[in-house]
């Protein structure tokens, strides 16, 4: 199954590093939650990091919005936990090993011939309904504080104009 606007985002069960250990997380263990389930392409790399910390920086926003943060790459959950107990730093929230390919083939951001994922965002609705998806070459990062007001946005139930942030008009419901 490929991931598809409006559809159930695909299922996964993988293998994480998450507050010191090892464990493994379902997208399911988050129903009832927005979930920001991110991919990068690889662990101790040069644009990943600062990705990374921006999500773990804006953990109390994520929560006051219900939302979990998932970072998702190919790398083995060894390669996470060495790379969190050394210059990363501990994360606020799981890094999922794709080792596999599986769960970025599902969403659609495998680079076959590379084995490595591109910089795709998924906004998963509480309901495991994706809303919203975003997916970038690898040479750019993301913006979290976008991340952060598309979530406001879809949470607002209103329709939002370009540019929209919390507090101001919207065009009215959705």
């Known amino acids: 199954m490929v991931a598809q606007i409006g559809k159930h985002a695909p299922?996964?069960?993988?293998?994480?590093?998450?507050?010191?250990?090892?464990?493994?997380?379902?997208?399911k263990d988050?129903?009832?939650?927005?979930?920001?389930?991110?991919?990068?392409p690889l662990d101790f790399t040069f644009v990943c990091?600062?990705?990374?910390q921006g999500f773990h920086e804006h953990k109390a926003e994520f929560d006051k919005l219900n939302a979990q943060v998932i970072g998702a790459s190919v790398d083995s959950v060894h390669s996470h936990k060495a790379w969190c107990e050394g210059?990363?730093?501990?994360?606020?929230?799981?890094l999922i090993s794709?080792?596999?390919?599986?769960?970025?083939?599902?969403?659609?951001?495998?680079?076959?011939?590379?084995?490595?994922?591109?910089?795709?965002?998924?906004?998963?609705?509480?309901?495991?309904?994706?809303?919203?998806?975003?997916?970038n070459d690898l040479s750019v990062g993301r913006n979290v504080n976008e991340v952060i007001r598309l979530l406001q946005a879809f949470?607002?139930?209103?329709?939002?104009?370009?540019?929209?942030?919390?507090?101001?008009?919207?065009?009215?419901?959705a």
């Open 87 to 94: 210059a990363l730093g501990q994360m606020n929230y799981p």
């Open 155 to 173: 949470q607002s139930g209103e329709l939002c104009p370009v540019g929209w942030k919390p507090g101001e008009k919207t065009l009215g419901k």
């Open 30 to 40: 988050y129903r009832g939650k927005w979930v920001v389930l991110f991919f990068y």
């Open 98 to 135: 794709d080792i596999n390919h599986r769960v970025s083939r599902d969403y659609g951001v495998l680079i076959e011939d590379k084995g490595i994922s591109l910089r795709g965002l998924f906004l998963i609705d509480p309901d495991g309904k994706l809303r919203s998806y975003l997916v």
């Open 11 to 27: 299922e996964f069960t993988a293998p994480a590093y998450f507050e010191g250990k090892m464990s493994d997380v379902s997208l």
């Open 49 to 52: 990091p600062t990705e990374i």
